[in-house]
Each structure stands twice: as C-alpha cells, then as structure tokens.
C-alpha cells in the first residue's frame, strides 16, 4: 500500500458528503455518515432510482472485467475504485484468470482505510492500492509500475469517476495523459454519469452538490464518446450502462424501470 501510512490518523471530513461514501449508502453499505444519507436522501427525492444506477455501475465494471479477462487482459489499473464491495475488480478478474494483476487507486482515505479488503489476491496473482488523486498522474503511473508492466496491456478502469472531475481539471486531458504511458492492445473501460435523459433532475442535482462542495460534471453521449476518440470501440460501442454485454452478466431488479442516465463503453489502443 503506497502514498500515505494506513497507520496515520485518517483524515476523515464527515462535515461535508463524499462520493464514495455516498455511493456506498447507495449500495446498502455501512460505511458512510449522516452527512452522506442526507446528501443521498435529497438524491433520491430527485430521482429514486439512483440505488439501482449504482448497483447498475457496478454491474458494468463485473461485466467489463470478465470481457477483458476472457479476452486475454492480465492487467488493470482501478481509478477511483470506492470502498470495497464483493465482488470486487479483482475478484471478478481473477477468476477468469488468477494471475491478474490490479492496482486500484483512490483520493478518499475512506478507501485507504478499508483497503485491507482489496489486497486480499489469490497467491498467483497480485493487488495493490494506491492513495492518489486522478489530477495527479503521474504519482499514479510511477506507482502502478512498480505492479504492472507497462509493456504488456493495461486495461485502465475509469467506472463513475470522470463526473467527479471537470473541463477545468481536464477530464480529457487526464485520460488521454494515462493512456499514453500504455502499450498498445491496452484498454479504457468507462461509465459516466449523463444529463441526457433527466436535464432538470440532473440541473438541481448539481447545483445540490456543487453547494455541499461536490463536483458533478456530467457529459452528453457526445462528450462521453469523445473521451475514445483514439480508441478502437469494443463492440456494441458506446451504449446505455445496462445496454453494454448484457449476456456476460446478471440482471440487476429494477433496471428495466426507465432508462439509467449513464453510458459505458470498452475501447482498445491501437
Ligand atoms: C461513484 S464511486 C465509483 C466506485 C467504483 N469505481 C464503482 O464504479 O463501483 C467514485 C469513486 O471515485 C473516487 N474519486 C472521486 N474523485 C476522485 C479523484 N479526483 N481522484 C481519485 N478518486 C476520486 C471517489 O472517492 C469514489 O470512491
């Protein structure tokens, strides 16, 4: 574990909601604080399907990771990971292949402090956590290469990151900055969250956040596509989160129930 001594105090703010802390409400966890229930709860009053969108997400990256791992990918590079959840990437990877290798990476010590759960690999294998910030690449790239080869494919793991990360902080740049230090025939597997199918809900969501001091930077299909624009688009392509291989996985209740504002897609590097 690398980038802050999990023996150190955590710097844990419970005054203001955190993502990954509300996410975990979302998903039935308990790691979270009132201050993330309240936040989710006025979520919720907006739109009360945002547990199944979550649970929706994660069933993306389940999905995605068995794609890759049937696909011959021994690596990955978890951004923005969240508190653990089983499964978690590296289970679903290695047990297509125990030999993965996975680095995830997070900013919130939350998930520092619960790290232990994701470091738990198969003996073949190997996992490792990072504590960084995606603004931060290059902390990122020198710490996951003490892991992974980066001369052999990397798939880089951006699941409901990037709508935490603005045009200001270069979202695009950030990604295109990460794909470079990657071999050819690594992949980008992505979700992210959309204002297309809900504007007005997704309006007030924002500005509920933006006041409690949350980003939310939500992007059209258009700018959620352009993210692989140098990319080779694994088939259907950019699609619907559901939408994206729906055989390689199971049905979560609730998610024919309208459609969920968000795309995920899978692209390879040429
Ligand atoms: C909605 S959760 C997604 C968790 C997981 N990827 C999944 O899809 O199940 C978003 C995660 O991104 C993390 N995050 C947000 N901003 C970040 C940043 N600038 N750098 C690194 N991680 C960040 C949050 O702490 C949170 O754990």
Not at 97 to 117: F, T
Not at 168 to 181: F, I, P, T, W, Y
Not at 201 to 222: I, Q
Not at 225 to 244: I, K, M, Q, Y
Request: aromatic letters at 6%.
């Amino acid at each position: 574990m690398t980038g802050q001594d999990p023996t150190t105090p955590l710097d844990i703010d419970t005054s203001r909601p955190h993502p990954a802390r509300m996410y975990d409400w979302y998903l039935g966890g308990k790691d979270n604080y009132p201050v993330d229930e309240e936040m989710g709860r006025q979520m919720l009053a907006l739109d009360p399907r945002v547990p199944v969108m979550a649970r929706v997400n994660r069933a993306f990256m389940h999905r995605a990771t068995r794609w890759l791992a049937k696909n011959g990918v021994r690596q990955f590079l978890d951004i923005g990971t969240g508190i653990p959840t089983e499964p978690n990437l590296h289970q679903v990877a290695q047990q297509i292949a125990p030999d993965a290798r996975v680095v995830y990476c997070d900013n919130d010590p939350i998930v520092l402090a619960h790290a232990a759960a994701l470091l738990r690999s198969t003996p073949e294998g190997v996992t490792e956590y990072l504590q960084a910030d995606v603004r931060d690449p290059a902390t990122i790239v020198e710490g996951a290469r003490k892991i992974l080869d980066f001369d052999r494919p990397v798939a880089l793991s951006l699941i409901a990151l990037l709508h935490f990360i603005s045009d200001e902080d270069g979202a695009h740049e950030l990604v295109d900055r990460l794909l470079a230090e990657l071999p050819s025939g690594s992949y980008l597997m992505m979700t992210h969250a959309t204002a297309d199918f809900t504007p007005e809900e997704s309006a007030v969501a924002t500005e509920k956040l933006k006041a409690a001091g949350v980003t939310l930077a939500l992007r059209s299909r258009e700018e959620f596509t352009r993210f692989f624009d140098a990319l080779d688009l694994v088939e259907p392509g950019v699609a619907v989160v559901p939408e994206w291989h729906p055989e390689l996985g199971d049905p979560v209740p609730g998610q024919d129930d309208g459609v969920i504002p968000g795309y995920g897609a899978v692209a390879r590097k040429r």
